[in-house]
C-alpha cells in the first residue's frame, strides 16, 4: 500500500468522527506489517476526558486484535463537514502511544492535506527522546549517578 492509498483511508475514517464540541474532525489510517488498515476516527464526549483521538483509535483497534507490527500511519483533519485544510499532527498522547508499540527510527508518521499534499516523519522527528518500554529497566537518574 503507498501513501496515498493509505491516505485516501484516513479521508474516509474522518466521516465517522464524533465531534459535537470541537467541530474539528480527524481521521487516521495505520498501516500495519503484514498490509492490513486499521483506521480510526477522533470521538468526542461531553466530559472532555473521556474524548479518544483519532490515531489512538486506530491503534487500541489493532492492539485489540493481537496485532503489534506497525508501518506507518496517515493522519487527516480540519473543520467538521468542510474540506480538510490544515496540517493535522498527533497530540503528545498519541506519539507516546505510538512509542509503545513502534520503533522510533522506521515507524512512520504521514500528515495530509490531501491525497497530494503529503508530509512524512519518522516518530524520531515528531517525538525526540520519546520514553519506552525499554526505559523502565533503567534505573532512576538519581540512582544512576551515584
Known amino acids: ?9 484516513a479521508i474516509a475514517a474522518r466521516e465517522n468522527a464524533h465531534v459535537p464540541y470541537s467541530h474539528f474532525a480527524v481521521g487516521a489510517a ?4 503484514d498490509g492490513t488498515v486499521y483506521q480510526g476516527c477522533n470521538i468526542e464526549n ?5 474524548s479518544n ?16 507490527d506497525f508501518r506507518a500511519i496517515a493522519v487527516v483533519g480540519g473543520p467538521e463537514g468542510k474540506p480538510i485544510s490544515e496540517w493535522c499532527a498527533p497530540c503528545g498522547v498519541c506519539r507516546q502511544v505510538m512509542r509503545e508499540f513502534c520503533d522510533p527510527d522506521s515507524f ?14 519518522l516518530l524520531r522527528d515528531l517525538l525526540p527522546m520519546g520514553f519506552g518500554p ?3 529497566d533503567k534505573p532512576a ?6
Not at 1 to 9: A, G
Not at 53 to 68: I, L, N, P, S, W
Open 46 to 50: 461531553a466530559a472532555y476526558t473521556p
Open 53 to 68: 483521538c483519532a490515531e489512538r483509535t486506530a491503534f487500541f483497534k489493532a492492539v485489540f486484535d493481537g496485532v503489534r
Open 108 to 121: 512512520r508518521i504521514i500528515l495530509a492535506r490531501s491525497e497530494d499534499e503529503m508530509k512524512p516523519y
Open 134 to 136: 525499554e526505559d523502565l
Open 1 to 9: 500500500m503507498d501513501d496515498k492509498e493509505l491516505v485516501q483511508l
Open 30 to 33: 495505520l498501516l500495519t506489517g
Open 141 to 146: 537518574p538519581a540512582q544512576a549517578a551515584q
